[in-house]
């Protein structure tokens, strides 16, 4: 079994100049949030060139550290650490293990919470999947069968969105209803919701942030080729939230930088860093318009070579604090809780 990467992605280090360009933009993302009053953390160094074995799998290489989004979420004062869905992404919290500790011990009312790991043996995965026929795909789709089976709890953080006190849980290619059942029994007791989500005209999804983003209380920008369910769009319009679609990308799937895994959607990646501020990357002029026409201060920061490791401004980014507590955003469900 594959680790689940495209077998004509290269394999080993990226070259000098390439981690250059990447790390100058995400320098650039530190100074600009220093400069809004965000203490930046970086993670640590970690060889990811280095093979992982296990008595289930074995894989020659690992992924990255870009996406601290992808691998650890902040609760309220409890950190949950994710399974993870690749293999390649198995020792992915390791660069930030020393700063989880660091919280952990600073503050007596932080937790920390890992889920429990996979073992990511051929079980877990459908090695079909990605053989599918399209028509096949979206018979499929509607059932959420992906590529990662029903056998483990499985959950990649990035495709949960916080909303206040109750959570979205997109089911994903890297999120399965095992994964959603743990993530419900774990945080419901403590006070949150959980809701999955679903979006049936996205073939492979994988991550909700590039689909479904609240940018600030009330307002969420959509993603026009991948609308939500319709009988899950009630949740949010029924507790008045606005939808708004954001704008064609700059760029097109076929321009993303050569090596870049994710869709040319990652243009709505963007960063809230306040209910009024927000971080979008630099050439993407449409959706800074629209973010301006909503009424953001809009900070446009280059982010492109950032692309070809994963993610962008809001995949690159894990916030430990932010100000203001457990807001309800859905009354209607509070509601029908008292009766």
């Known amino acids: 079994m594959r680790d689940g990467s495209a077998a004509s992605f290269p394999t080993?280090?990226?070259?000098?100049?390439?981690?250059a360009l990447a790390n100058e933009e995400l320098d650039g993302l530190a100074v600009l949030l220093t400069a809004q009053g965000v203490t930046v953390r970086r993670p640590d160094t970690y060889d990811f060139s280095l093979p992982v074995r296990t008595p289930h799998f074995e894989v020659e290489s690992q992924y990255c550290a870009v996406c601290p989004r992808d691998v650890m979420i902040t609760l309220g004062n409890e950190i949950v650490e994710a399974t993870m869905s690749r293999r390649g992404r198995y020792f992915e919290n390791e660069p930030y293990r020393r700063l989880v500790y660091e919280y952990w011990e600073s503050d007596p009312r932080v937790?920390?919470?890992?889920?429990?790991?996979?073992?990511?043996?051929?079980a877990m995965y459908r090695a079909d999947f990605w053989d599918w026929a399209i028509e096949e795909r979206h018979q499929r789709m509607h059932a959420s069968e992906f590529c990662v089976t029903q056998a483990e709890v499985v959950f990649d953080a990035a495709d949960m969105i916080r909303f206040g006190r109750d959570i979205v849980v997109q089911e994903s290619m890297t999120t399965n209803r095992a994964g959603i059942r743990w993530l419900k029994r774990t945080l419901e007791p403590k006070g949150f919701r959980v809701h999955p989500v679903h979006f049936p005209l996205d073939f492979f999804p994988s991550h909700i942030d590039c689909t479904f983003i609240p940018l600030r209380p009330g307002l969420i920008l959509t993603n026009p080729d991948r609308p939500i369910h319709s009988d899950e769009r009630p949740l949010f319009t029924e507790?008045?939230?606005?939808?708004?679609?954001?704008?064609?990308?700059?760029?097109?799937?076929?321009?993303?930088?050569?090596?870049?895994?994710?869709?040319k959607w990652l243009s709505m990646n963007v960063l809230s860093i306040s209910p009024t501020k927000i971080?979008?990357?630099?050439?993407?002029?449409?959706?800074?318009?629209?973010?301006?026409?909503?009424?953001?201060?809009?900070?446009?920061?280059?982010?492109?070579?950032?692309?070809?490791?994963?993610?962008?401004?809001?995949?690159?980014?894990?916030?430990?604090?932010?100000?203001g507590g457990p807001e309800d955003y859905f009354p209607s469900l509070t509601r029908e809780r008292i009766r």
């Open 12 to 19: 080993g280090p990226k070259s000098a100049e390439v981690k």
């Open 111 to 122: 937790s920390w919470t890992v889920a429990p790991k996979p073992t990511m043996s051929d």
């Open 239 to 263: 507790n008045g939230w606005q939808l708004v679609d954001a704008p064609e990308p700059m760029l097109s799937n076929t321009d993303m930088p050569k090596h870049c895994q994710s869709s």
């Open 279 to 323: 971080i979008c990357e630099a050439q993407e002029k449409p959706l800074q318009d629209l973010l301006h026409d909503l009424g953001f201060e809009v900070f446009p920061v280059p982010f492109r070579n950032v692309f070809e490791y994963g993610g962008s401004l809001h995949c690159a980014t894990w916030d430990i604090r932010r100000d």
